[in-house]
């Protein structure tokens, strides 16, 4: 049976074709750079989230800095004497010991509130990214404590797609293959250091190239967040969705 060739493009009409998808992929481009450099001061709601994360971000310093003050104040004369040469080893001791008892109350303080600043510093960046999506006429959805915990995970799993090339089998088989070079070079460093350091750079040669796949994987990927935040998908389909 043969084809209908009335609906077979002429080799010109394909070139027409092709010629207007640059075009338009170049100012489409165009513009997503230009909102880049120009968006953020053009919109009232981006310019106040923008002063919300400054301040935020002078607050949490603030409270960063005072804990270390409030923890550590105490140590700086014992450290002025150490660093003089007028203490014996008896004194290093002490210091040593009265800064680790410090440094877990100190870490036991500083971690709940470093992780809240980071969901703070999230939920305002994904908020001035929707709040963008909307000024471009895309429908944004609500941001919450569930949206902001979701983001994190779309995040670090992008990111091990991005390193892993999960959707891709033979680049995926590509990184499986470095890392069974790497731990074949550790082995053969304990048992023929020689061998192994020859391994060792081939595989570091290796990964050096595959970083360009990675970078390429990050481009492919760089819509998975707007795709999230104008859509009700889950991690997992916004990923494959990107």
Wanted: proline fraction near 2%; glycine fraction near 4%; charged fraction near 15%.
């Amino acid at each position: 049976i043969r084809p209908d060739t009335a609906d077979i493009p002429k080799p010109r009409q394909v070139y027409i074709q092709k010629g207007a998808s640059i075009r338009r992929f170049l100012m489409d481009f165009g513009k997503v750079v230009g909102n880049s450099f120009t968006l953020w001061y053009k919109d009232g709601n981006i310019l106040r989230l923008m002063a919300m994360q400054l301040a935020a971000s002078f607050f949490f310093l603030l409270l960063f800095m005072g804990a270390i003050w409030f923890f550590f104040a105490d140590l700086v004369p014992m450290v002025i004497a150490v660093s003089a040469g007028t203490s014996d080893y008896t004194a290093i001791a002490q210091l040593v010991q009265a800064f680790l008892a410090r440094l877990i109350t100190f870490l036991l303080v500083v971690a709940p509130l470093m992780l809240i600043s980071a969901l703070v510093e999230i939920y305002i960046r994904i908020s001035m990214e929707s709040r963008a999506l909307t000024i471009l006429g895309f429908a944004g959805k609500e941001i919450n404590l569930s949206k902001v915990v979701r983001y994190i995970l779309l995040s670090i799993w992008v990111a091990i797609m991005a390193i892993t090339s999960w959707y891709s089998r033979k680049l995926f088989y590509v990184f499986l293959g470095i890392i069974a070079l790497i731990v074949l070079a550790i082995i053969l460093a304990l048992v023929l250091p020689l061998l192994g350091i020859l391994l060792a750079i081939l595989a570091i040669l290796a990964y050096a190239a595959y970083f360009f796949v990675i970078i390429y994987n990050s481009v492919r990927l760089a819509l998975a967040s707007a795709i999230f935040l104008t859509s009700d998908e889950g991690v997992l389909a916004t990923a494959r969705k990107a």
